[in-house]
């Protein structure tokens, strides 16, 4: 997991992801939040194994990160259901949020993708149109 300025985080998954490392991403990333403010995440699970159940299980602490888009590219069938499944979750727990999450086919289409939205949402918060 990198950080680039000014509000991107990158993921990349290898593997199984354990409780332990959902929990220490989350956190990173609820960090990231506080000091910049909004979160972008751009998650490359190309290489994604299983996540444990108990991971997805812990969505409490994702209500707590202000997530202005999700970008996944590379996901397999199986893993979109899991990653949908816990936005929904998220939207149970936490009524009103919407992450804004959308699946790519490659990191490009991904980062375009962030670098629209980041624009759209600078220039609402500007007033602009």
Known sequence: MRFEAPDLICVRAHG???LAEM???????????ERQGRV???ADMSALGTIDPRARQDVGIIRSIPYRGIAVHGASFQAKIVIKMLMVALRV?????????????TEAEARRWI???RAALDREASGRS
């Open 93 to 105: 727990f936490a009524p009103g949020a919407d992450p804004h999450l959308h699946f790519f086919s």
């Open 115 to 117: 670098a629209e939205r």
């Open 40 to 42: 972008f995440l751009l």
């Open 23 to 33: 929990r220490d991403a989350l956190a990173y990333q609820r960090a990231v939040g």
């Open 16 to 18: 199984n992801v354990t």
